[in-house]
């Protein structure tokens, strides 16, 4: 794998391959997708978390490798990158409020940051698994939202918590959080204390690792 400072993911359901996040760089994205068996035409479904670089940085070129994809982005974007996704002939959904995606694949709608961000919930049957590219939002916000959202126990947050204070890792069990895979900018210190506190149930997440969840 090539590794950079961003953040990109992809979701298979037993419906489709959703890609959430492109990285910052094309180049990488593309290489590491191959490298894991995954062919950029196999995805239909793009999910943007939010305006910066290291997100949505690759998207352009995975669009030059595949067009034939639907492009699903906070409503706040800047036309320019609306007016890309058209001139590389694909399609895009302007996300404000929470909405389905897929198949158990729904987005928490834009929350403010700075920036708006969006972040996605899956419903599994072990409870909701809550994936976010930043967190600028606030992860124990967006935890939250995604409870109230759907009404149900979240089993596994996965992604950017955004160096939050020390105090999260509380507040994720106060929150009935079962299971944790902080990555890209969590910070050194929140993950240590992740560790420390989930032990079995913390996740070694980052590049190239696949997270496999089992219906129980
Ligand atoms: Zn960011
Ligand atoms: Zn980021």
């Not at 997100?55 to 492009?71: C, I, K, M, P, R």
């Not at 800047?78 to 058209?86: E, G, R, T």
């Not at 399609?91 to 940051?113: A, H, N, Q």
Request: negative net charge.
């Amino acid at each position: 794998m090539k590794t950079s400072w961003g953040f990109a993911t992809v979701i298979k359901t037993p419906k489709e391959l959703i890609l959430f996040d492109t990285g910052g760089n094309s180049e990488i994205l593309l290489f590491n997708m191959r490298k894991l068996g995954i062919s950029p035409l196999s995805i239909k479904k793009v999910v943007i978390s939010h305006i910066h670089g290291d997100h949505v940085g690759g998207l352009e070129g995975f669009l030059e490798e595949n067009d034939n994809v639907t492009v699903f982005i906070p409503a706040s974007f800047p036309q320019s990158v609306k007016d890309m996704i058209i001139d590389k002939g694909a399609k895009f959904v302007e996300v404000s409020g929470p909405r389905k995606i897929s198949d158990f694949v729904y987005t928490t709608g834009e929350l403010y940051g700075p920036p708006e961000e969006q972040s996605l919930i899956i419903d599994s049957k072990n409870g909701l698994i809550v994936i976010t590219g930043c967190a600028h939002p606030g992860i124990v916000n967006i935890v939250k939202k995604a409870k109230e959202l759907m009404n149900k126990d979240v089993y596994l947050v996965v992604g950017g918590f955004h160096n939050p204070p020390i105090s999260v890792v509380k507040e994720f069990r106060e929150l009935g959080v079962k299971k944790v895979a902080p990555s890209h900018c969590t910070g050194d210190l929140v993950r240590e204390a992740f560790r420390e506190e989930y032990k079995e149930d913390f996740i070694e997440y980052g590049v190239g690792k696949i997270i496999e969840v089992e219906n129980n």
